[in-house]
């Protein structure tokens, strides 16, 4: 059974820093598209940032462009999401998911999604 675990959430002030860490048992990410959302309460689940597994390509959503990075470590079957510059409107539960087709059309689209986590709470405060 695939089960991916998200970890590194937690309460930073506003221009802080937070790194998620994503890792799978039971399947590898090859040839998957690994991407992270956000939900915060009252809005629709959002995309946040992939990446291509087998290409090392990433893609972004306008909000985080320039604060945050999502990178990869092949050794440990782990994805990174590193959080800059952290402002309020950055708070929600952040998920892990894998599109185990790797399909590159539909990258940000949540329902392409085929496995999720439980999801890291993040809230940016003072």
């Known amino acids: 059974q695939v089960q991916l675990v998200e970890s590194g959430g937690g309460l930073v002030q506003p221009g802080g820093s937070l790194r998620l860490s994503c890792t799978a048992s039971g399947r590898s990410f090859r040839n998957s598209n690994i991407g992270w959302f956000r939900q915060a309460p009252g809005k629709e689940r959002e995309f946040v940032a992939a990446?291509?597994?087998?290409?090392?390509?990433?893609h972004y959503a306008d909000a985080v462009k320039g604060r945050f990075t999502i990178s990869k470590d092949s050794a440990k079957n782990t994805v990174y999401l590193q959080m800059d510059n952290l402002k309020p409107d950055d708070t929600a539960v952040y998920y892990c998911?894998?599109?185990?087709?790797?399909?590159?059309?539909?990258?940000?689209?949540?329902?392409?999604?085929?496995?999720w986590g439980q999801g890291t709470q993040v809230t940016v405060s003072s």
């Open positions: 990446i291509r597994w087998s290409y090392g390509t990433t």
């Open positions: 998911a894998q599109d185990a087709g790797g399909i590159l059309s539909s990258i940000r689209i949540a329902r392409q999604y085929d496995y």
